[in-house]
């Protein structure tokens, strides 16, 4: 009995013992990456940093929080953000957002809120924390926009990310929005008459995404990971009446410029083709040609409602069958 209880004591000495040697070294691990974003000219600020969670948790927790990249323009405030970790699976962390932040980006500040936003990220063990496995959550997200009082908002968001196993920079992402309700003057500009619900029915999306370098520290301490291939398999959008489905393959250059082609199946295509000139997405003047063309390949099809057809990405135009319908997009991640 008395080895036992000698051995019990022993035991616990030296788990304390290393919990106070890992929650200093996880606080000094901290205070050190902000003193690097600092020396490179980083805006990197908070008011407390406290690690608590004994014994068997490494939960550190700031307060008045604040990043700024110069270099891309993207900066973020919080009067508190929590990363939560086992001590005996420091790799595996709980990230936790509070209530309400702000977000800036070279297109404009926007104010969060939510009931509750948190992530899972689970980490390679090594120096880099190479990005293995993530699920982000966010329930009754509500985002405004700093210079209008009219918000977007969703009821849940749920994004999942896997790297592949035996890959070095490629990821499963699946997305979910549900309750997705946009802001009132961005439906009105597009449904002017009113004839759309409120909210998505749906907003979803599976796709495979190769990237140039992995997501590591150095996504956020250096630059981020650009996407070089990208397999679609299937995004989709449900809008009262509206159906549109989107699947295919794309290749990205080095500025960004996406080749290849995306097949878009659309339910009620004119009304989707209305809204998109509504919108500026397409130009009003291309508008009454694209509905002919579309039209006459719908018809072939022998649907006049539904339509099944490529839209082709080169020499950085977009081409919805034979027509051409302006730039592509940049893909590019600031």
Do not use: C
Request: aromatic share 8%; no cysteine; proline share 7%.
């Amino acid at each position: 009995m008395r080895f036992l209880l000698t051995l019990i004591l022993l035991a616990a000495i030296g788990w304390s013992g290393y919990w106070l040697v890992g929650s200093e070294g996880s606080k000094r691990g901290f205070e050190s990456w902000f003193d690097a974003r600092r020396t490179e000219g980083w805006a990197a600020d908070y008011g407390d940093l406290s690690v608590q969670g004994f014994p068997n948790r490494f939960d550190a927790s700031f307060t008045d929080l604040s990043l700024a990249d110069p270099n891309t323009g993207l900066a973020w405030q919080a009067p508190f953000f929590q990363i939560l970790a086992l001590s005996y699976q420091p790799n595996h962390v709980i990230a936790v957002w509070p209530k309400q932040q702000m977000i800036a980006t070279p297109l404009g500040k926007y104010r969060l809120r939510s009931q509750d936003m948190r992530a899972s990220l689970v980490l390679e063990p090594d120096p880099q924390l190479a990005l293995t496995r993530t699920t982000l959550t966010a329930d009754k997200l509500v985002v405004t926009p700093s210079d209008t009082p009219d918000p977007s908002s969703i009821e849940a968001l749920a994004l999942a990310v896997e790297r592949i196993e035996d890959t070095e920079a490629t990821y499963r992402l699946g997305l979910s929005a549900d309750g997705l309700k946009p802001s009132t003057p961005w439906v009105q500009r597009i449904d002017p008459g009113g004839t759309l619900p409120d909210t998505f029915e749906a907003l979803s999306a599976d796709l495979t995404v190769t990237f140039d370098k992995p997501w590591n520290r150095s996504a956020i301490e250096i630059a981020r990971p650009q996407p070089r291939q990208i397999h679609l398999k299937l995004a989709q959008a449900r809008w009262g009446q509206l159906d549109l489905q989107l699947a295919g393959e794309l290749t990205v250059g080095d500025g960004g410029q996406p080749r290849g082609q995306i097949t878009v199946k659309a339910k009620n295509w004119r009304e989707i083709l209305q809204l998109a000139v509504s919108s500026g997405a397409i130009p009003a003047s291309l508008g009454d040609t694209l509905e002919d063309a579309l039209g006459l390949v719908a018809s072939l099809s022998g649907s006049a409602k539904t339509l099944d057809i490529p839209l082709d990405f080169r020499n950085g135009r977009m081409l919805l069958g034979p027509v051409p319908i302006g730039p592509a997009p940049v893909l590019v991640i600031r």
